[in-house]
């Protein structure tokens, strides 16, 4: 579940990479209609990251919000690169001519890579997730994440895109992921077209319905 964890300043922040074990989720366009607040506690107005976190020496992982300044800010205290920014908006450019997972400026670009277009169905699948829901989902979709992410040119398991599906099943209003994505277009947002075919072959393959699309 998302917590209010504050982090205003500079010097906060680096207290709390003492204390806690933290590491990014994703970095995701904020969508009309969403109102979301920054660790630092302002609200958010453009796009934001998502980081999970844990006590030291726990296992209970919670996660965290904040805008593109404090979380480069994490990040630089990590050592770890900017998580390119995932515009789900029809006005934002595509890796493969049908789903974007972003670039960052000034960054080694993602859309160099080469994509499994299963991979890719599930990371963008993952991503639009996190957009959807006020409560990003735990520590299982940040770990599929990472390793689709890592092992992005090739197909992914199917037990990882049965997992993703399991857990849009626990969506609060019994969406599928593409009535969620309608959803977001009747908030008054130009959301692309998304297709999951690919992952819908894969669940069927093995009997199962799909909530993708």
């Not at 979301?36 to 844990?54: A, E, H, N």
């Not at 593109?68 to 994490?74: C, G, L, R, W, Y």
């Amino acid at each position: 579940m998302v917590t209010m964890f504050f982090c205003r300043t500079e010097k906060k922040r680096e207290e709390l990479i003492k204390l806690y074990d933290i590491s990014p989720v994703s970095h995701v366009k904020l969508l009309n209609g969403q109102v979301k607040r920054s660790c630092t506690g302002d609200q958010l107005t453009d796009s934001y990251y998502c980081f999970s976190y844990k006590e030291k020496g726990t296992d209970k992982y919670s996660t965290f919000l904040c805008g593109v300044h404090s979380a480069e800010h994490f990040l630089d205290l990590l050592k770890l690169p900017k998580i390119p920014l995932f515009n789900p908006l029809s006005s934002a450019s595509s890796t493969s001519g049908q789903t974007s997972v972003g670039t960052v400026s000034g960054s080694k670009s993602s859309q160099s890579r080469k994509w499994h277009s299963a991979a890719e169905q599930l990371y963008t699948a993952i991503n639009l997730l996190i957009v959807c829901w006020d409560t990003v989902p735990g520590n299982a979709l940040k770990d599929i994440k990472e390793k689709v992410e890592k092992y992005h040119y090739k197909e992914p398991f199917s037990s990882q895109v049965k997992a993703i599906n399991k857990i849009i099943s626990y969506d609060s209003k019994g969406r599928t992921l593409q009535q969620m994505i309608d959803e977001l277009r009747g908030q008054g947002n130009s959301v692309r077209n998304f297709r999951f075919n690919l992952l819908n072959d894969i669940l069927a393959n093995e009997k199962i319905e799909s909530l993708y699309e």
